[in-house]
């Protein structure tokens, strides 16, 4: 299974940046495709998760309303649009994939088996 992220670069706070993660060796219809961020000394938090097969989607309340997770299944990739940025969001972005089991929240890093290399974003103010 690979999973490659990419889109990450330097942005000013308001402006907004795509990121994409290509999905390959894994069957992603039982799959539950996440974005998490680390900031430098910091554990790695929850963003925002989309069950492929539904399309049902959940976000983390500090970009909810602000960023879009979405999936082309023609191309196996889910992409993490972001908009009215903020220097809180630096960090390097990475992208996840759990197998999907019924009761699980799937928004703990250690529910997912199978990680991106991770693409950096830097918010100036």
């Known amino acids: 299974v690979q999973l490659q992220a990419s889109g990450g670069g330097l942005v000013q706070a308001g402006d907004s940046l795509s990121l994409s993660c290509a999905a390959s060796?894994?069957?992603?219809?039982?799959?539950?495709m996440g974005w998490f961020r680390q900031a430098p000394g910091k554990e790695r938090v929850f963003v925002a998760r989309?069950?492929?097969?539904?399309?049902?989607?959940y976000y983390a309340d500090s970009v909810k309303g602000r960023f879009t997770i979405s999936r082309d299944s023609a191309k196996n990739t889910v992409y993490l649009q972001m908009n009215s940025l903020r220097p809180e969001d630096t960090a390097v972005y990475y992208c996840?994939?759990?197998?999907?089991?019924?009761?699980?929240?799937?928004?703990?890093?250690?529910?997912?088996?199978?990680w991106g290399q991770g693409t950096k974003v830097t918010v100036s103010s």
């Open positions: 989309i069950r492929w097969s539904s399309g049902t989607t």
């Open positions: 060796g894994v069957t992603l219809p039982n799959y539950v």
């Open positions: 996840g994939a759990a197998f999907y089991t019924l009761y699980r929240s799937f928004v703990s890093s250690n529910q997912y088996t199978y």
